[in-house]
């Protein structure tokens, strides 16, 4: 059985930073393409990264450039550090992963984590 642990989710002003962490396990997470959405109340679930089990990364058009996805394969984790945060980049974050390709749409990952809140401050 595979479970995602979101950690690192927290209160942070205007133009600071944030990592969040993706604890992953289960059998053949290591090679999972993994994935982290976001959802902000009253939105859909929208998404913000997605990272390779080759690390090959994309990112949604909302957070490239200040967003950076990262895995550990030997320790089953994957990253998220967030900069130059805006209140707009307040909502859930959720760690996701596949066996599959990454993806760009939430029906394309099949684990979930239970999702970490990030607020940022104006």
């Known amino acids: 059985q595979v479970h995602l642990q979101e950690f690192g989710g927290g209160l942070v002003q205007a133009g600071g930073s944030l990592r969040l962490s993706c604890a992953a396990s289960?059998?053949?997470?290591?090679?999972?393409?993994m994935g982290w959405f976001r959802q902000a109340p009253g939105k859909e679930r929208e998404f913000v990264a997605a990272?390779?089990?080759?690390?090959?990364?994309y990112y949604g058009n909302s957070v490239k450039g200040r967003f950076t996805i990262s895995r550990d394969n030997d320790k089953n984790m994957v990253y998220l550090q967030m900069g130059a945060l805006a209140p707009e980049d307040t909502a859930v974050y959720y760690c996701?992963?596949?066996?599959?390709?990454?993806?760009?749409?939430?029906?394309?990952?099949?684990?979930w984590g239970e999702g970490t809140q990030v607020t940022v401050s104006s």
């Open positions: 996701t992963g596949t066996p599959g390709g990454p993806g760009v749409h939430h029906f394309e990952y099949e684990y």
């Open positions: 289960g059998r053949g997470v290591s090679t999972f393409a």
């Open positions: 990272i390779s089990w080759g690390r090959q990364t």
